[in-house]
């Protein structure tokens, strides 16, 4: 029976009948070492091949490639020896891919499933908990069609649909939805469809309202960090990385814009030195500036506000007190802000335009017709009704996990990532 045992192939699909009993001694280069199977049946239901495409040892080793090229080459044959020869070979993410069920039989991939769920459950949680009403927005959207056109597109943002909640007497509301972008996403941030967790609320004073709602996803990680600490650090043993610093609750570190660039230019390193305070920053400034706050503010979490208007979308307030060329200058800067983690951008937010011809006044300012297909619809909904004054924001859940968990790509973090050239599985 042990000789047959033995020649079962590893990851086949058995059912045993077994009695526990304590070891003698602790089990070693076992997670359960202090009781032991005494087997008396064993049955095996489905095999494994003798071959596997990907080892669980490999396939718990951290991804070493996450280059979409090659794809459509065989599986099995391409995993690749890391750089160290210590323990089972690691594998590039296609490998990762080409063997789904092995991919996510690694611990560490379920360990990053089950937090990514509870980042989501708990955003959800906490919205509900004040006073967000849940929607779903579409995400089919049409192309302005003559005659009834059969083209559609794929949502690249809930944005204008959380605004129509609002027009249509919605105080507070959110979705968790997917969106597509049909970009370049061979970048460890970027993918073609992502999961957005997004809201939108009414303001009733100012816009720092939205900003202090939207600094409670600390409450996601504070809330992920108490109850996954096990998970976390099975994480960390594949993918290392630092404790990660959060500001205590009143500490939250908030920077203008300016402020932002001053600091790069005064401190960061020396190509930063002349860099403008109406030009939107690069993912090396945004990494540079990230290390500079950790440094001095001792926090990885952060707020970057008052953005120029030249890097937000037509729908962004104006700030009115800055905009008249006060203190910061000529250079008119938006009631927008982003956030921070680790150096990284998890989430965009900020005050939009309620006003119809404001609206239709900034459009034409950025270039765009405002009777443009989508747009004119979208315009038209401000004219329908007298929209209150709101903002919110857009987080995604992908980057969230990714940074949070210090993993080397947001591929990492979704189940099924998705790029220009990887449709499958
Ligand atoms: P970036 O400048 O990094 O491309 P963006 O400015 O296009 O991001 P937004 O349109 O503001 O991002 O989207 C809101 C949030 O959605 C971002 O903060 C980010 O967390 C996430 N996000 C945006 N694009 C992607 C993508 N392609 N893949 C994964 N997450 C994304």
Same mark, same amino acid.
């Given at each position: 029976?042990?000789?047959?045992?033995?020649?079962?192939?590893?990851?086949?699909?058995?059912?045993?009948?077994?009695?526990?009993?304590?070891?003698?001694?602790?089990?070693?280069?076992?997670?359960?070492?202090?009781?032991?199977?005494?087997?008396?049946?064993?049955?095996?239901?489905?095999?494994?091949?003798?071959?596997?495409?990907?080892?669980?040892?490999?396939?718990?080793?951290?991804?070493?490639?996450?280059?979409?090229?090659?794809?459509?080459?065989?599986?099995?044959?391409?995993?690749?020896?890391?750089?160290?020869?210590?323990?089972?070979?690691?594998?590039?993410?296609?490998?990762?891919?080409?063997?789904?069920?092995?991919?996510?039989?690694?611990?560490?991939?379920?360990?990053?499933?089950?937090?990514?769920?509870?980042?989501?459950?708990?955003?959800?949680?906490?919205?509900?908990?004040?006073?967000?009403? %849940?929607?779903?927005?579409?995400?089919?959207?049409?192309?302005?069609?003559?005659?009834?056109?059969?083209?559609?597109?794929?949502?690249?943002?809930?944005?204008?649909?959380?605004?129509?909640?609002?027009?249509?007497?919605?105080?507070?509301?959110?979705?968790?939805?997917?969106?597509?972008?049909?970009?370049?996403?061979?970048?460890?941030?970027?993918?073609?469809?992502?999961?957005?967790?997004?809201?939108?609320?009414?303001?009733?004073?100012? *816009?720092?309202?939205?900003?202090?709602?939207? %600094?409670?996803?600390? *409450?996601?990680?504070?809330?992920?960090?108490?109850?996954?600490?096990?998970?976390?650090?099975?994480?960390?043993?594949?993918?290392?990385?630092?404790?990660?610093?959060?500001?205590?609750?009143?500490?939250?570190?908030?920077?203008?814009?300016?402020?932002?660039?001053?600091?790069?230019? %005064?401190?960061?390193?020396?190509?930063?030195?002349?860099?403008?305070?109406?030009?939107?920053?690069?993912?090396?400034?945004?990494?540079?500036?990230?290390?500079?706050?950790?440094?001095?503010?001792?926090?990885?979490?952060?707020?970057?506000?008052?953005?120029? %208007?030249?890097?937000?979308?037509?729908?962004?307030?104006?700030?009115?007190?800055?905009?008249?060329?006060?203190?910061?200058?000529?250079?008119?800067?938006?009631?927008?802000?982003?956030?921070?983690?680790?150096?990284?951008?998890?989430?965009?937010?900020?005050?939009?335009?309620?006003?119809?011809?404001?609206?239709?006044?900034?459009?034409?300012?950025?270039?765009?017709?405002?009777?443009?297909?989508?747009?004119?619809?979208?315009?038209?909904?401000?004219?329908?009704?007298?929209?209150?004054?709101?903002?919110?924001?857009?987080?995604?859940?992908?980057?969230?996990?990714?940074?949070?968990?210090?993993?080397?790509?947001?591929?990492?973090?979704?189940?099924?990532?998705?790029?220009?050239?990887?449709?499958?599985?």
């Amino acid at each position: 029976m042990v000789r047959w045992i033995a020649g079962i192939n590893p990851e086949s699909f058995v059912v045993i009948e077994a009695g526990v009993q304590r070891p003698i001694e602790p089990v070693k280069r076992c997670r359960v070492s202090n009781f032991e199977l005494r087997i008396t049946r064993c049955y095996l239901l489905a095999p494994a091949p003798v071959i596997l495409g990907m080892t669980l040892a490999a396939a718990n080793r951290p991804v070493v490639d996450f280059n979409d090229e090659a794809i459509g080459a065989k599986a099995g044959v391409r995993e690749e020896e890391e750089t160290d020869k210590e323990g089972p070979p690691a594998a590039s993410m296609l490998v990762h891919l080409d063997n789904i069920a092995m991919h996510k039989r690694a611990p560490v991939q379920q360990a990053i499933a089950d937090i990514r769920m509870e980042m989501k459950h708990l955003f959800r949680s906490y919205l509900k908990a004040r006073g967000f009403k %849940e929607f779903e927005p579409p995400s089919l959207i049409g192309a302005a069609s003559e005659g009834g056109s059969n083209e559609a597109f794929l949502a690249q943002s809930p944005q204008f649909y959380k605004q129509f909640e609002i027009a249509g007497g919605r105080k507070r509301v959110f979705s968790i939805a997917s969106v597509f972008r049909a970009e370049n996403s061979n970048t460890p941030r970027h993918m073609t469809e992502f999961t957005g967790l997004d809201l939108e609320m009414e303001i009733r004073h100012n *816009y720092s309202e939205v900003l202090y709602l939207l %600094e409670g996803v600390l *409450y996601i990680f504070r809330q992920v960090h108490r109850i996954f600490k096990d998970e976390i650090e099975l994480v960390r043993s594949v993918y290392p990385s630092s404790e990660i610093l959060l500001p205590e609750p009143g500490q939250e570190v908030r920077l203008t814009f300016t402020q932002a660039q001053q600091l790069l230019r %005064e401190e960061g390193p020396a190509e930063f030195r002349h860099v403008r305070d109406d030009e939107d920053m690069t993912t090396p400034q945004e990494k540079a500036l990230g290390a500079l706050v950790r440094q001095k503010f001792n926090t990885d979490f952060y707020v970057v506000d008052k953005f120029p %208007e030249t890097a937000r979308p037509f729908y962004a307030k104006l700030d009115d007190t800055t905009a008249a060329g006060s203190a910061e200058g000529a250079v008119k800067v938006t009631n927008a802000f982003d956030m921070f983690l680790r150096g990284q951008e998890i989430l965009s937010g900020g005050q939009r335009i309620n006003h119809p011809n404001e609206l239709e006044a900034r459009i034409r300012a950025k270039g765009i017709d405002p009777a443009s297909p989508g747009i004119d619809g979208y315009v038209q909904v401000f004219r329908q009704v007298g929209v209150p004054p709101h903002g919110g924001g857009g987080i995604g859940l992908d980057r969230i996990v990714a940074w949070y968990l210090g993993l080397p790509s947001v591929h990492l973090a979704a189940y099924y990532p998705r790029t220009p050239r990887r449709l499958l599985p």
